[in-house]
């Protein structure tokens, strides 16, 4: 079976989640993804009790190198003379203070795509700061619009910014990869959480420029669809997506609720939104009757989009999770079975497949060197220097 990126050698110098995912992905496409770290690793290695780096580096191998050692330098640079694509994930300036900036490496492999993963960009004010999924969410106004109604804003509960960022990395290394194909030209690739973040406010975006309203906290609700929040009932919360004025109507008639069909005040959506605090106590009242169970075996066969509100463990029990092969468990030594979320970009001729463990720090740090022209005797000296790890 012949993957898409068979034949793709990718250097990535990412670190934490964005960088690394995208790779992963790379790499679950059959790219051959070197991950570069300082000799003692990367400096997320150490959470989840040592399951980090596992959780989002299969399909890689690992080189340790010290990139203010000369040696170890070169052996970098052997590297990008041969490779199809190059990720950092630096503040920007610092890559080009260890030598491998764009129009280095660009000079010595006209070819290599060159991707750049910061906080806030290469360019603009803010280019020079240190930058975090979370510090993004604050800076993005994502914060002050997640948070319980008319109560404090909170970060969302998991790093959504890092990962879409790691799937647009992807995208856009493959697009550039594409258009190398027609050019025989590399290009680099400016990704910043800042502009991800952005891209996934839009909406907001978009409603502030056309009312100059700012987001509201809603908990789970929303300010412009009703009914569309988690109602408790009698066991599991539910979470119903009232989108439409059709939905409005398939909630109705599948729990049997004629009298709220035939309500004026909530016959299309602008009112069930003005009458919000009417509606909305109507809903939970008639949901705390009855078990979760109950009520989506009635709504999920009329079509109406909801779902029970699950746990991290809920779901990844779930039946539907096993059907997608949407976890995968690898077994590590010294970890034991570690569970990772499997790569959701699905091809039919290219089915996804764990080919490599993600490496410990230098696990392939010989191998690969001897790929480059390296003899043990020279892979033995630069040990000694402590330019690099072995693993």
Not at 39 to 48: M, N, S, T, Y
Not at 50 to 63: E, F, I, Q, T, Y
Not at 205 to 210: K, Q, S, V
Not at 337 to 349: E, F, G, T
Request: one cysteine or more.
């Amino acid at each position: 079976m012949t993957l898409p990126l068979s034949d793709t050698l990718v250097l990535d110098l990412t670190q934490v989640i964005a960088g690394p995912t995208a790779g992963q992905i790379l790499g679950d496409m059959g790219a051959d993804v070197i991950k570069v770290e300082p000799l003692g690793g990367e400096h997320f290695r150490p959470h989840f009790g040592g399951a980090w780096v596992p959780s989002m580096n299969r399909n890689k191998r690992g080189l340790a190198l010290d990139l203010r050692n000369a040696g170890a330098r070169d052996v970098l640079m052997r590297l990008v003379k041969k490779a199809d694509v190059f990720m950092e994930a630096f503040t920007p300036g610092v890559i080009d203070k260890l030598g491998f900036g764009w129009d280095v490496v660009s000079a010595a492999n006209p070819r290599c795509v060159y991707a750049s993963i910061s906080g806030y960009g290469q360019t603009g004010p803010y280019s020079h700061r240190a930058g975090y999924d979370p510090c993004i969410q604050a800076e993005i106004g994502l914060m002050d619009a997640t948070g319980p109604y008319q109560g404090e804003m909170c970060r969302v509960g998991t790093a959504p910014i890092d990962y879409s960022t790691g799937l647009a990395c992807a995208g856009g290394i493959a697009f550039a990869l594409l258009h190398r194909h027609k050019t025989g030209r590399g290009q680099r690739l400016d990704l910043s959480l800042f502009d991800v973040g952005m891209h996934l406010m839009s909406h907001w975006i978009t409603n502030h420029g056309l009312t100059g309203e700012n987001p509201e906290r809603m908990g789970t609700s929303n300010t412009i669809l009703c009914p569309l929040r988690v109602f408790q009932t009698k066991t599991q919360p539910v979470f119903v997506a009232g989108t439409n004025d059709a939905f409005w109507k398939i909630l109705c008639n599948a729990l049997g609720k004629q009298d709220w069909l035939a309500d004026s005040r909530f016959t299309t959506n602008k009112g069930r939104v003005a009458h919000r605090g009417i509606l909305e106590p109507m809903i939970e009242a008639y949901f705390l009757q009855h078990t979760a169970d109950e009520l989506l075996d009635k709504l999920i066969p009329a079509g109406m989009p909801c779902s029970a509100a699950y746990k991290v463990s809920d779901v990844i029990a779930n039946p539907h999770t096993a059907a997608r092969g949407a976890v995968l468990e690898v077994d590590y030594p010294g970890l034991g079975k570690v569970k990772s979320a499997a790569n959701p970009i699905k091809l039919s001729d290219a089915p996804v497949d764990v080919r490599r463990k993600s490496p410990t720090v230098g696990q392939h740090t010989a191998e690969i060197m001897r790929e480059v022209g390296y003899t043990d005797a020279e892979i033995s000296a630069l040990k000694d220097a402590k330019a690099i790890n072995l693993g």
